[in-house]
């Protein structure tokens, strides 16, 4: 009780930060706007969308979107796991040193990132720490994808040297000497932790970690009020959306070829690609990406081919039987969702790319029909103009909100 005292007085004490945070991106809108002069605003063509091009932006909702429970995780969805896991999540002796909280990267007032190029735990880590909002139902996590299961991307971190930098041991013998932890797992699994069990302690600590993460679901936003006006047969016309977020809007999902990448309600197919926004290591040394993440997957023991899969139909293991034959490609890394992204700065795998401006100017030296492909043949960029990368800008700052839910709770002494 006294720990969540001290997650809402910090929360409280955050409250300023957050609103400078706030006027400072508000501030960095109004500049965007200074790329685009009066005159050419003037003989900008107001957007008008054909008909395969509302099927497209319907296909991006409806928000939230409807995720089951994971079959894989047994207390996923049950409320008692969630408060044991929101518990587990801020508590700073999960770490072998007992100075670091998952909350410490994942900050709430932040959209569950820290903001920094790269995350720092007991040493600074090789990537940019991603955020935890819309993480239910996804299929693979991390940058490299090295897991395939929520719970088991939890456990990684704990055992992390350059981040919680636990073992197995240390997190069972916390739950179980520590009388409020020890009676929370017991209402969570019906039995008290393990005496002998370390590990399975460990997973179902993971277990309630992940459900608690995936209640961070992020709010509605100007795209998706657009988007249900659209799917309900309004005229785009008649929309309160703004002609700019219309036209980036229609660059997104036609001229820009976005949506092969960023594609659902979640703005992201949660596959892997290389586009050359993030290369490098701290160090320059390359970064292998999905191929080094397929053959962590393998590795691991808490993989959904292991015994710690609480889905005994062995559907939820096909994709990774799948994948665990397969070599990855170097350089690839997980497509992020784009929702609230005017929270998540800085960008890319490696957090070189500072802002939204500096996303689009990159991918506007692309060729988005050629970026996958492997048959050798030429590329064309884009080459977007000016005015086009601002409406890009526009549009992908209209799939932001700055609604946060979230909010600490005590949820009392366990008895």
């Excluded at 909002?133 to 490299?144: C, K, P, S």
């Excluded at 073992?167 to 000497?177: K, M, N």
């Excluded at 277990?207 to 709010?219: I, P, V």
């Excluded at 103009?385 to 700052?397: G, I, K, N, S, Y």
Aim: proline share 7%; net charge neutral; charged share 25%.
């Amino acid at each position: 009780m006294a720990q969540n005292r001290r997650m809402i007085s910090g929360t409280k004490r955050s409250t300023l930060s957050t609103r400078i945070a706030i006027a400072a991106v508000g501030a960095a809108c109004v500049a965007l706007f200074a790329w685009v002069s009066s005159a050419e605003e003037s003989v900008a063509a107001k957007p008008a969308f054909t008909d395969n091009e509302i099927k497209i932006i319907v296909s991006h909702g409806p928000w939230p979107a409807p995720v089951p429970h994971d079959p894989t995780n047994r207390v996923s969805g049950k409320l008692q796991a969630i408060e044991f896991g929101t518990r587990l999540f801020f508590d700073q002796r999960l770490s072998g040193s007992g100075t670091i909280a998952c909350a410490s990267c994942h900050v709430p007032e932040r959209n569950w990132t820290d903001n920094r190029r790269r995350g720092i735990g007991m040493a600074e880590v090789d990537r940019n720490t991603p955020t935890l909002m819309n993480l239910r139902g996804q299929r693979w996590y991390g940058w490299d994808g090295a897991a395939d299961s929520l719970w088991s991307q939890s456990l990684r971190p704990i055992l992390d040297a350059r981040e919680l930098a636990a073992t197995p041991r240390h997190v069972a013998e916390l739950v179980r000497d520590d009388e409020q932890l020890s009676c929370r797992y017991r209402r969570v699994f019906g039995v008290p932790p393990s005496a002998t069990d370390d590990e399975a302690v460990f997973v179902d600590v993971g277990k309630s970690l992940a459900a608690f993460q995936e209640t961070l679901m992020g709010g509605r936003t100007p795209f998706d009020e657009f988007r249900d006006a659209v799917a309900r047969g309004q005229s785009p016309s008649s929309s309160n959306y703004s002609e700019p977020a219309q036209r980036g809007l229609q660059i997104f999902i036609g001229k820009g070829g976005c949506t092969s990448c960023h594609s659902g309600p979640n703005f992201t197919s949660g596959e892997f690609f290389n586009t050359g926004l993030s290369r490098f290591e701290p160090l320059g040394k390359p970064d292998p990406g999905r191929y080094a993440g397929i053959l962590q997957l393998r590795e691991s023991r808490f993989n959904l081919l292991g015994p710690y899969n609480d889905d005994t139909t062995g559907v939820s293991a096909m994709r990774t039987r799948q994948v665990a034959v397969e070599r990855g490609t170097v350089g690839e890394f997980k497509v992020p969702s784009l929702r609230n992204l005017l929270l998540t700065s800085p960008y890319g795998r490696d957090g070189r790319v500072e802002t939204l401006a500096e996303v689009v100017r990159h991918y506007s030296g692309l060729d988005p029909v050629r970026l996958h492909a492997k048959d050798g043949r030429p590329a064309r960029p884009l080459n977007l103009t000016a005015r086009e990368q601002t409406d890009l800008v526009v549009f992908l700052e209209s799939l932001s909100t700055f609604a946060n839910p979230w909010r600490p709770d005590d949820d009392g002494r366990c008895q």
